[in-house]
């Protein structure tokens, strides 16, 4: 059911995409462009923001205009992150102890999504993962 297909970036998947950088492989590209819904966190505008503040990340303009402009250009869908992925994120194993990691996975493990990421700690949950 290729066309009911949802995928979930993670915050550096975001980058990457917004960027056109080329670090996603083109079978994570092939899968965006035929998703039925492609999705990311409200964590990843924290964590962007975060890494401008600290001086880890730089965007051509502010992050709070960065964030809104990329999901619209991208036609990004934010899956809000309610209380039950809170706690999801909170059940899940322990292999991976950034809290925002663990809230992009409960995220995208509540909309039934394959996840876009290049972290391999993720790779030790049960959820399809594309890099």
């Given at each position: 059911?290729?066309?009911?297909?949802?995928?979930?970036?993670?915050?550096?998947?975001?980058?990457?995409?917004?960027?056109?950088?080329?670090r996603?492989?083109?079978?994570?590209?092939?899968?965006?462009?035929?998703?039925?819904?492609?999705?990311?966190?409200?964590?990843?505008?924290?964590?962007?923001?975060?890494?401008?503040?600290?001086?880890?990340?730089?965007?051509?303009?502010?992050?709070?205009?960065?964030?809104p402009?990329?999901?619209?250009?991208?036609?990004?869908?934010?899956?809000?992150?309610?209380?039950?992925?809170?706690?999801?994120?909170?059940?899940?194993?322990?292999?991976?102890?950034?809290?925002?990691?663990?809230?992009?996975?409960?995220?995208?493990?509540?909309?039934?999504?394959l996840?876009?990421?290049?972290?391999?700690?993720?790779?030790?949950?049960?959820?399809?993962?594309?890099?």
């Open positions: 059911m290729m066309s009911e297909l949802i995928v979930f970036l993670d915050t550096c998947a975001l980058l990457y995409l917004a960027a056109d950088s080329g996603l492989s083109s079978h994570a590209r092939e899968l965006i462009d035929r998703a039925y819904s492609v999705c990311i966190s409200p964590i990843s505008a924290w964590e962007i923001s975060l890494k401008c503040l600290r001086n880890h990340l730089r965007l051509p303009i502010p992050a709070e205009e960065w964030f402009k990329a999901v619209q250009q991208h036609h990004l869908d934010i899956v809000p992150l309610s209380p039950e992925v809170l706690m999801k994120a909170n059940r899940l194993p322990w292999h991976h102890r950034d809290p925002a990691d663990r809230f992009i996975l409960a995220s995208a493990l509540s909309v039934n999504a996840l876009v990421t290049t972290d391999e700690v993720l790779k030790d949950y049960d959820i399809e993962i594309v890099n």
